[in-house]
C-alpha cells in the first residue's frame, strides 16, 4: 500500500461523502509526517451509519470482502492486492467513539481528542492521535513492525511507549 493509494482512497471515501481516520502504521506515518517503512495495508476507522456508503464506494473502486469478523472489524481487497482493514466506529455526541472488541464487555475506547490530522505525501489527512495509537498497542507481544512504529511516536513526539 503506497501512499499515492492512501491518497486515492481517501479521496474515493471523501467524494461519497464519509468520515475516515488513519490507524495503524500508516496513521503512525501520518502522525510523523513521513512514510518510514513498507506498509501491507490500510487501517482505516469509520462512523458506523457510514457503511453502506463506504462499502458502495469501496465496490465501485474494485475492493472486495475478504474477511468479515463484524462487529469488530472486516476487510476489503482489491485484486491488485491492496487491503484495507474497516473498523466501524460508534460516535457519542461529545465526540468521543467507542469500537466493538473481541471481548465485548471491553469496546475499544476513543476519546474525542484521538481524532487529529496528519499528514501523507505532503497532503493533509484525518489520523488517530500518538496517544490513541499507543493505548492500541498495549497488552499484546509486539511485532518488529510495532517495535518500528512505537519507536517513530518517541523519535517524533517525545513521548513513552510500552515498549
Not at 456508503?53 to 472486495?64: E, I, N, Q, S
Not at 481487497?77 to 466501524?88: I, N, Q, S, Y
Request: glycine fraction near 8%.
Amino acid at each position: 500500500m503506497t501512499a499515492d493509494d492512501v491518497r486515492t482512497v481517501l479521496a474515493l471515501l471523501r467524494e461519497a461523502g464519509t468520515d475516515v481516520w488513519i490507524g495503524g502504521g500508516w496513521g503512525i506515518d501520518a502522525l510523523v509526517g513521513e512514510e518510514t517503512r513498507d506498509h501491507r495495508d490500510l487501517d482505516l476507522m469509520h462512523r458506523h451509519e457510514q457503511e453502506p456508503a463506504v462499502l458502495a464506494a469501496l465496490a465501485d473502486a474494485g475492493f472486495a470482502e475478504t474477511l468479515d469478523q463484524r462487529p469488530v472489524r472486516f476487510v476489503r481487497t482489491h485484486a491488485d492486492g491492496r487491503e484495507l482493514d474497516l473498523h466501524p466506529l460508534h460516535f457519542s455526541a461529545d465526540g468521543s467513539a467507542r469500537q466493538a472488541s473481541f471481548d465485548p464487555l471491553r469496546p475499544f475506547r476513543y476519546p474525542a481528542d484521538a481524532f487529529v490530522t496528519g499528514t501523507v505525501a505532503g497532503e493533509p489527512v484525518p489520523c488517530l492521535s500518538a496517544g490513541q495509537q499507543i493505548r492500541f498497542h498495549q497488552g499484546y507481544e509486539p511485532t518488529e513492525r510495532d517495535r518500528h512504529d512505537m519507536a517513530q511516536l518517541r523519535r517524533a513526539f517525545g513521548v513513552t511507549t510500552p515498549f
